[in-house]
């Protein structure tokens, strides 16, 4: 994708005549079918079909676990404090264990049932904050004795009852919103919406996915900016400016056994090696006492020995399961903010999905796969909820950006990541060891990440008429108050008080998430804004969906296995909202809707004479 990652023309995927492993595409930007290609599949080292080589996925598959870290650690980390934990590292670690587990499996319901596209799935940081605004509830404050670790007996019944009722209440609260969250995805109501969101929704929704976050980025990279920067340099480097560069290494195949191969590991591997890279310096300075000692100065966090309990106390093995923590227990304030939160996962999800087909080459994903999508998220909360993660689950807008820089789009790959998030919660010493990753690090790899991704929501606009003044304003005045708003409600909490904790909860948590700001002032105004559907770039926008890629969206989006057309072929079937649209053929055929597609001038005016095809 142009827009997203500066790209040019590589050498195929798998040139075996000349034993080269890397990146191939033809000049003339066709597939092997004879059919065309999306602009952003000619700079794809794998499609969203193609299966790399098992080694290749194993490690492309870590490294989109080591993308993931940084959020999934986070969030357990965060609720420690208010779950009364910050004197319990090795309970800290038991949440860590259950949220990588937990991720796994819905990465691959994931891909497996729901959207069907590469997207890793994870704990919501849109949970958070409800989450906080419960617990600090005066029902639900921390004792006085939890705060002082020299009268924590983390081991006594006294201490576990109290940290467990309240991820009990969490728990409860997630699991009803949950249902919600289906019910909306099921239902297909999500999917008629989207019949009235365009680009105009799509790209302040997904550009202010992350760009609020550029205080959180700088805080993780201001705890050292000479690593931080160093592991920006790196990607950048190795995504960029490396990316052509064939490294020769020795492989083994079946008919030259021994041999070496020319493989494009910088533009496969950037934030692996650039965090492994970054994360031995560390250790080194770390070893050397080159950082400081003191907890308080500065650079002190990227040690690496920091979080040394965390690996010393996890246990090698510990396998997660439901109602680990005790019966859930439900609340009615619990359930409306963490239903606000919901709302604005969607918000992100439905971003992320476009997004993500977008930089893998893929079409724009049909109603009924977004509808699957949704409601697997949902089922996926559900699930976070029974397990007693404390949090949630959806799509993983920073793995989202590791597809744009890697250019590997393959769904086998997010396959592995998923099995790898099942392991890393299985093996605690693993997890705990990856969660030793310095700050910092993290930090710099948020710096590349997050402006990737808000590059490819504004790409978006590339399908509408941006010499509208109409459009100028809606884009504008969308982001900016996507911006300005949030800000202004967390300054000023106290000013939104209604006197109905519920209703101020729900309020709080809509107002301060940006994505939801952004994305509903666009929605609004460009639904009601008087435009033509060629100036809204709803025309262009409809054809990328019915465009010459149908028969690559139905095989993209289908159920696996071929359920939906093999072993479930009856018409009632196809009307559920969430179900792929085949058209029976009579005899056990399955065939293609008729779609009909008609030449069309640069104007989108069909001309005198035009032939009509259809599929």
């Known amino acids: 994708m142009e827009s997203a990652v500066a790209s040019c023309e590589h050498p195929d995927p798998l040139e075996r005549g000349d034993a080269v492993l890397g990146f191939h595409g033809d000049s003339q930007g066709r597939e092997k079918d004879g059919q065309p290609k999306s602009p952003s599949s000619r700079h794809l080292a794998y499609g969203i079909l193609d299966v790399p080589p098992w080694y290749l996925c194993i490690f ?31 309970t800290q670690s038991y949440l860590i264990s259950t949220i990588f587990f937990v991720s796994g499996i819905c990465t691959l319901l994931q891909v497996f ?62 699991m009803v919103a949950s249902c919600v969250q289906m019910l909306v995805g ?81 533009q496969v591997f950037p934030v692996l090696l650039a965090l492994c890279i970054s994360w031995l310096l560390c250790f080194v300075l770390t070893v050397t006492n080159a950082f400081p000692s003191a907890p308080t100065a500065y650079g002190y966090l990227a040690r690496t020995d920091t979080k040394g309990n965390v690996l010393s106390q996890a246990p090698w093995f510990r396998f997660p399961y439901p109602g680990q923590w005790g019966l859930p227990t439900i609340s009615l304030a619990g359930v409306f903010g963490i239903i606000a939160g919901v709302i604005s996962s969607m918000v992100e999800s439905v ?118 003044s109409r459009n100028i304003f809606v884009f504008g005045f969308s982001i900016y108050c996507g911006l300005a708003i949030p800000s202004w409600v967390n300054k000023n909490p106290d000013r939104l008080q209604t006197g109905i904790l519920q209703l101020d909860q729900v ?48 095989e993209v989006y289908g159920l696996p296995c071929g359920i939906d057309s093999k072993f479930c072929p009856s018409s009632c079937t196809w009307r559920l909202p969430f179900w792929p649209r085949l058209d029976h053929g009579g005899k056990g055929d399955v065939k ?24």
């Open 60 to 90: 492309l598959g870590i490294q989109h676990f080591l993308t993931a870290l940084g959020g999934l650690v986070a969030i357990p980390l965060i609720l420690a404090k208010d779950l009364c934990l910050q004197h319990d590292p090795l």
């Open 592 to 615: 293609v809707n008729q779609l009909t597609l008609l030449s069309q001038d640069a104007s989108g005016k069909h001309p005198k004479g035009a032939t009509e095809t259809r599929m």
């Open 351 to 468: 971003g992320d999905y476009y997004a993500c087909a977008r930089l893998v080459g893929a079409p724009p994903p049909p109603k009924h796969a977004i509808n699957r999508g949704i409601g697997i998220e949902g089922l996926g909360c559900l699930l976070a909820g029974a397990w007693g993660t404390g949090n949630g689950t959806t799509s993983y807008s920073e793995n989202v950006g590791a597809l744009g820089i890697t250019r590997v789009g393959s769904r086998m790959v997010i396959v592995t990541a998923g099995c790898v998030l099942l392991l890393m919660g299985v093996f605690g010493k693993m997890g705990a060891a990856f969660a030793t990753i310095p700050s910092p690090v993290i930090g710099g790899m948020y710096l590349v990440m997050f402006g990737i991704i808000t590059a490819v929501g504004i790409s978006n606009l590339q399908y509408v008429d941006m010499n509208s």
């Open 186 to 266: 099921f239902s297909g109501l999500i999917g008629f919406l989207m019949r009235f969101i365009g680009p105009l929704t799509i790209a302040p929704t997904i550009a202010l996915v992350t760009l609020p976050l550029f205080d959180s980025a700088g805080n993780d990279a201001g705890v050292h900016w000479g690593i931080a920067a160093m592991t920006a340099f790196l990607i950048v480097l190795f995504s960029q400016y490396l990316k052509n560069i064939a490294v020769p290494v020795p492989t083994y195949g079946r008919e030259k056994k021994c041999h070496t191969s020319k493989v494009y590991l910088f």
């Open 507 to 554: 309020i709080q948590v809509l107002l301060t998430t940006g994505m939801f700001v952004g994305g509903f002032l666009g929605f609004l105004l460009d639904n009601t804004i008087p435009g033509s559907l060629e100036e809204r770039g709803l025309m262009t926008w409809n054809q990328v969906e019915a465009s010459e890629e149908t028969t690559k969206a139905l």
């Open 113 to 174: 049932l729901g959207v069907r596209l590469p997207i890793v799935q994870g704990g919501t940081f849109a949970f958070l904050t409800p989450s906080l605004a419960m617990l600090s509830l005066p029902a639900w404050k921390c004792p006085e004795w939890t705060l002082n670790a020299s009268q924590v007996n983390t081991s006594s019944p006294e201490f576990t009852e109290e940290w467990q009722k309240r991820i009990r209440e969490l728990q409860g609260a997630v």
